[in-house]
């Protein structure tokens, strides 16, 4: 029933180490995105595709590389991680000019 | 660099009154302004979308749209302890790019 999942919900990881952070959605949206939030608070776009191209690519780091393998999934792999990455990352969908539907989020701490 | 920007807070309102939360934004060329609530550990979860300007309701929420003065507000009336949370403004231009505010705290006192 879940509208947007996203896997894992933890991911405890030492510096270095490559991980992957995978979302899919069942709206039949066309957009996808990956937003930051820090701990601050503040929620930041990342990446967004529509229907698998990548239409917004944000100053991310190249360790950051989304893939989208159809438009229902936005995969987030992550290489050399560093402690700065430690947030939470959402994954979103939405249809053009319309409200995001986030998924419940994945709390990276890197160690 | 377009910028939406809120009051940090927190912002105390006593339980039963209305609370009033403001946003400005950058970009003249924004067509669709949405306020989501956020709970502490939880996603963001959408309260009001507006696109015209004026005012919207949905039930104790009031959402206000001022396009000339690049200004959207966020009204709560009857004010209750649940509604203590984060306030995230968010603001969508013709790139379909959705950039977020960094969030009022709103402390509802019992």
């Known amino acids: 029933d879940t509208a947007v999942s996203q896997t894992p919900k933890y991911l405890v990881t030492q510096m270095g180490n490559d991980k992957s952070i995978k979302c899919e959605q069942n709206?039949?949206?066309?957009?996808m995105y990956w937003y930051k939030q820090d701990s601050k608070k503040f929620l930041k776009i990342m990446f967004s595709y529509n229907n698998k191209e990548l239409i917004i690519n944000e100053t991310v780091p190249n360790r950051f590389s989304p893939k989208s393998p159809d438009k229902a999934h936005l995969n987030l792999h992550i290489n050399s991680l560093e402690l700065g990455d430690s947030a939470v990352y959402f994954c979103?969908?939405?249809?053009?000019?319309?409200?995001?539907?986030f998924g419940n989020g994945t709390r990276l701490t890197v160690t | 660099q377009k910028e939406v920007e809120q009051n940090s807070g927190p912002l105390s309102v006593p339980e039963g009154a209305i609370a009033s939360l403001n946003c400005t934004y950058s970009?003249?060329?924004?067509?669709?302004f949405f306020w989501y609530r956020q709970y502490s550990g939880k996603s963001p979860e959408l309260i009001m979308s507006?696109?015209?300007?004026g005012d919207k309701e949905d039930g104790r929420f009031t959402a206000q749209l001022n396009k000339a003065s690049q200004y959207v507000s966020l009204l709560i009336r009857d004010s209750q302890p649940s509604d203590s949370a984060t306030y995230l403004c968010?603001?969508?231009?013709?790139?379909?790019?959705?950039?977020f505010g960094k969030g009022t705290r709103l402390h509802i006192l019992p």
């Open positions: 970009d003249r060329g924004s067509q669709s």
């Open positions: 968010a603001v969508s231009g013709r790139d379909d790019k959705i950039i």
């Open positions: 507006i696109y015209s300007n």
């Open positions: 979103a969908s939405s249809q053009i000019n319309s409200p995001l539907h």
């Open positions: 709206l039949g949206h066309d957009t």
